[in-house]
């Protein structure tokens, strides 16, 4: 079957800029998470849906960050006013249901700030 | 806080070597999950293992093995004779209970290992 996809693969925008990367789960999976990855390090959480809803943010760095799930299937990560900083791989992952199930991981999306 | 520490950055071994890869954690919790996973340079996320807290049976799977140990707060993972194709970043990561009750997992900065033929 269909993992989780990510679109696009890459992105390259200039400082100020907003952005939307794409994410579309595995077929069924309720529960959906966004990750940061930096050069060098780990992943690092940003957000979490549990269907529809945001059941947690605290990982959004700033208000600059915001993503919705509006069907709780597709969900897009919307970045405002972009910063040299934001650039990153934006992984989303995806799990059956929150309870400690393996999160399937997408390619990510390799955003680039100019 | 949780925490994940992955002390090595940087292994190169030649192929047929066996590897370790370290892995401590802190953690407050009394009920979590760690994991492995395998990122190959083409940059995907590859889910190796889940164990939970309360089993600390050591597990082997054809030529990975893993040994958790609660008492020192460590996740080890071995790979036995290495494979030019096991080169990639490896990263170990703990399950932390988020607010609203949700999981979210904490990673290790990652450890690159380099098999050479």
């Given amino acids: ?11 390259v ?9 794409r994410c579309d789960p595995i077929s069924g999976h309720t529960a959906l998470y966004w990750y940061r990855q930096s050069l060098g390090q780990g992943p690092e959480f940003l957000i979490y849906f549990q269907g529809t809803g945001a059941a947690d943010d605290s990982g959004l760095p700033n208000d600059r960050f915001f993503a919705v799930r509006p069907e709780g299937s597709v969900s897009t990560l919307k970045i405002q006013r972009t910063e040299r900083g934001d650039s990153a791989v934006y992984l989303c992952a995806s799990s059956l249901d929150s309870s400690y199930n393996e999160q399937f991981f997408g390619p990510g999306t390799r955003l680039t700030v100019l | 806080a949780q925490k994940v ?6 292994i190169s ?21 760690l994991f492995w996973y395998k990122q190959p340079p083409s940059g995907e996320l590859v889910f190796l293992i889940r ?6 049976q050591n597990e082997i799977s054809g030529r990975y093995s893993w ?3 609660k008492s020192t707060s460590s ?12 080169s990639a970043v490896y990263f170990c990561a703990l399950s932390e209970i988020t607010q609203g009750g949700s999981e979210k ?3 290790g900065k990652g450890m690159k290992l380099t098999v050479n033929p």
């Fill in chain 2, 75 to 86: 996740f080890n993972f071995t790979i036995t004779a290495s494979q030019v194709v096991d």
């Fill in chain 2, 51 to 56: 164990r939970n807290s309360f089993d600390e």
């Fill in chain 2, 5 to 10: 520490t992955q002390a090595q950055t940087e």
């Fill in chain 1, 1 to 11: 079957g269909a993992g989780v996809s990510q679109t696009p693969s890459n992105k």
């Fill in chain 2, 13 to 33: 071994v030649v192929e047929k070597e066996d590897v370790t890869l370290d892995c401590v954690y802190e953690t407050r919790d009394t009920t979590y999950y």
């Fill in chain 2, 105 to 107: 997992l904490v990673f």
């Fill in chain 1, 13 to 21: 925008t200039e400082k100020g800029k907003y952005v939307e990367l």
């Fill in chain 2, 67 to 69: 040994n958790f140990q």
